[in-house]
């Protein structure tokens, strides 16, 4: 059965901490992988869409890798309101269905 | 406008009434998605709509019945609803698989 797997569940940091969340995935012929933000009560954020291994994506104190196995998604002296749960989801292909993992919530005190 | 809208924000109803949430979007994305979302777990895909035509069902029960009108709207009727029906409905559109633009959900609530 396909799978994503996030890990930890969850993760406090301090302001400043830099840390590294991970996604692994058992996605037989991964075409994409995907990260996205939602904090509680809404819906959840696009970030970065990864589709080869060694690819790379960054935005602001976020940068998301890929290897053939697992995605991180690399934080880089986090601020609170980068505080949320991340989601990461694959893609194997045939129809539009995304695979989720269970998420990470990530705490960022000040 | 890169917003996808919802309505309402918030629904409480029994479980004989009829209901609807909508969903409306303005990018020209070709893909609108219903997903369903309980506490403390990820999303859960309920219907695909794809040009305007349901293409994926995900075996959700028939009290939950998607409507398409036009590539911009995305309704999702609801009826004889059972309290572990209970939860955030997100509604979604795409132009790239995967890359998901996301309302910020209705809150039902079946008493």
């Known amino acids: 059965e396909d799978q994503v797997t996030q890990s930890p569940e969850a993760l406090r940091l301090q302001e400043g901490e830099s840390s590294s969340l991970n996604c692994s995935y058992t996605?037989?012929?991964?075409?994409?992988l995907f990260w996205y933000r939602q904090d509680p009560g809404k819906g959840p954020e696009f970030l970065f869409t990864l589709y080869s291994a060694g690819e790379e994506k960054e935005k602001e104190r976020l940068k998301a890798t890929l290897t053939k196995k697992e995605s991180f998604l690399h934080i880089t002296a986090p601020k609170p309101e980068d505080s949320a749960t991340y989601l990461c989801?694959?893609?194997?292909?045939?129809?539009?269905?995304?695979?989720f993992g269970k998420g990470t919530k990530l705490t960022v005190n000040p | 406008d890169t917003e996808v809208t919802q309505t309402p924000k918030h629904l409480v109803m029994g479980m004989t009434n009829k209901k609807s949430l909508k969903c409306e979007q303005h990018?020209?994305?070709?893909?609108m998605y219903w997903y369903k979302q309980k506490a403390k777990k990820p999303p859960e895909l309920m219907f695909v709509?794809?040009?305007?035509?349901?293409?994926i069902n995900e075996s959700v029960p028939s009290r939950f019945s998607p409507e398409c009108p036009n590539s911009s709207l995305l309704n999702l009727h609801l009826h004889a609803l059972q309290p572990e029906d209970s939860a955030l409905y997100l509604c979604?559109?795409?132009?790239?698989?995967?890359?998901?633009?996301f309302g910020e959900g209705s809150r039902l609530t079946v008493l």
């Open positions: 989801a694959g893609y194997q292909g045939g129809s539009e269905k995304l695979v």
């Open positions: 709509y794809s040009y305007e035509k349901l293409s």
């Open positions: 996605v037989s012929g991964l075409r994409g």
């Open positions: 979604a559109s795409s132009q790239l698989v995967g890359e998901l633009f």
């Open positions: 990018m020209g994305h070709r893909a």
